[in-house]
């Protein structure tokens, strides 16, 4: 048996039965394709080729839940994109940029320090999205911002 001295799992399950008629704060557009994509992740389901299959755990999903959010109210906040999914490369470089610089800051103030985590959650998130709509047949252009930042 898995101890879980932080409540992952609990955090976790709050949020999903208080999100059930869309997330808090955002569009509807974002809240449903963040909760599309945090129930792909809790069951497994469109991950990477290159990762491992199955579920993903109660920390990295309340980790991917938290900077999409973040994200979604940022863009809109900054871009005023009531889509996630319609940012820009150009955007999204400057965004991040942004925070790396400090132009962009924390609730409490300071910079961010590990910028290049909220960009593998982005780029997680945008390949997720790439192969569900790979599946829907759309086309998209893919972003890669990755390399600019680690």
Known sequence: MK???YRHKERYTAWKERSKEGIEEISKKNSDIILRYIIN???GINVSVKSSKGARS???INTLREKMVFFAKKFNEIYSLEDITEIDEEKLVLFFAQMRNGEIKRRDGKTYVGVGDYVKCFKAFWHWY???SK???ISLPNKEIYFLFL
């Open 135 to 137: 599946k829907e047949s």
């Open 41 to 43: 992740m809790e069951h």
């Open 58 to 60: 109660y920390i990295r």
């Open 3 to 5: 101890i879980d001295p």
């Open 130 to 132: 790439q192969k569900i």
